[in-house]
């Protein structure tokens, strides 16, 4: 029987934001995937389809705006929310212009990220809640 759940993957180079969210959206009922790093996260992008990824936007090597490209080349209905500590108007731009469906500084609220979750999930599979 296929797995109905929402497939998330996080992608956060702090282990304890990734830790974190797991623990919150594995009992809220998604399918969680958490990498702390952008190279091992492409890669599983494509062994399994993803729902929603959540990524930051500054890590080391492959950064957020290269995970957003290359997971929308691959999926165009994917839903990619970046999280990051340097929110500038000019990075946002052009995260807007490449797809991402949302932006969220950090510091962020737990609340805050899981209503744009919501919402992604809605535009994906309709309302259903």
Known sequence: MEDSRCRLMIIDDEPIVGKRLRQIFEKAGYDVEV???GL????ELERRAYDIIVTDLKMEG???????ETARE???DIKVIIITGFAKME?????????????IAKPFKVDELKQVILRAEEE??????
Do not use: Y
């Open 35 to 37: 990498f702390t790093s």
């Open 40 to 43: 091992p996260a492409l890669q």
């Open 62 to 68: 492959v950064d957020g705006m290269k995970i957003l």
């Open 74 to 76: 691959k999926n165009p």
């Open 91 to 103: 990075t946002a731009t052009e995260a807007f212009k490449k797809g991402v469906f949302d932006f």
């Open 124 to 129: 994906l599979h309709g309302s259903k809640k």
